[in-house]
T-cell receptor
Framework: GAVVSQHPSRVICKSGTSVKIECRSL??????MFWYRQFPKQSLMLMAT?????????EQGVEKDKFLINHASLTLSTLTVTSAHPEDSSFYIC??????????FGSGTRLTVV | TQLLEQSPQFLSIQEGENLTVYCNSS?????LQWYRQEPGEGPVLLVT?????EVKKLKRLTFQFGDARKDSSLHITAAQPGDTGLYLC???????????FGPGTRLSVLP
């Protein structure tokens, strides 16, 4: 079946630094990928829709200059959290439509900003 | 306001009990999906339902799509600790549209 690989699974960074998270579709092409944020014991919050070859579409309230999304190929989208602060600590998950109607999710990235 | 509502928000039961969780909306969906997310992992698709009144079974899990395609239920028989997780429903109003996720039901099955 469709597989989405997300890397890294865990990252700890210092406040003020930037962190890049990668999301790869391993056996299918994904023209559209999605980035979510999830706080402890809460549901998924859609941050942005990543479109291959064009600008990402951000949800209301999500700072596009803080959460930079690049979707340069049909199998890779990246999310960069710039100038990270402790309040950016969260679980970030990507997903892609898998071509048979479902969403395949990555395994998530636990970001801790200290 | 949420397009999809899920209830209950939290549910804690003993191993062996049965349970039902619900997904409701005022909108009609062309298709609806259920996902389960285990702690520290991404959600995994369980089922897709597209026809009003449709019932699908996946081992001890029974999924039903309402006749009017506005709601769905997930029934688990003889719950096991391995069923613990966040259950999310997601719906698309129009075919090909991106799915919208509900807030989820967090299930805890105690041994």
């Amino acid at each position: 079946g469709a597989v989405v690989s997300q890397h890294p699974s865990r990252v700890i960074c210092k406040s003020g630094t930037s962190v890049k998270i990668e999301c790869r579709s391993l056996d299918f092409q994904a023209t559209t990928m999605f980035w979510y944020r999830q706080f402890p014991k809460q549901s998924l919050m859609l941050m942005a829709t990543s479109n291959e070859g064009s600008k990402a579409t951000y949800e209301q309230g999500v700072e596009k200059d803080k959460f930079l999304i690049n979707h340069a190929s049909l199998t890779l989208s990246t999310l960069t959290v710039t100038s990270a602060h402790p309040e950016d600590s969260s679980f970030y998950i990507c997903s892609a439509r898998d071509g048979v109607g479902g969403y395949t999710f990555g395994s998530g990235t636990r970001l801790t900003v200290v | 306001t949420q397009l999809l509502e899920q209830s209950p928000q939290f549910l804690s039961i003993q191993e062996g009990e049965n349970l039902t969780v619900y997904c409701n909306s005022s909108s009609v969906f062309s298709s609806l999906q259920w996902y389960r997310q285990e702690p520290g992992e991404g959600p995994v698709l369980l089922v897709t339902v597209v026809t009003g009144g449709e019932v699908k079974k996946l081992k001890r899990l029974t999924f039903q799509f309402g006749d009017a395609r506005k709601d769905s239920s997930l029934h688990i028989t003889a719950a096991q600790p391995g069923d613990t997780g966040l259950y999310l429903c997601a719906g698309a109003v129009f075919y090909g549209q991106n799915f919208v996720f509900g807030p989820g039901t967090r299930l805890s099955v105690l041994p």
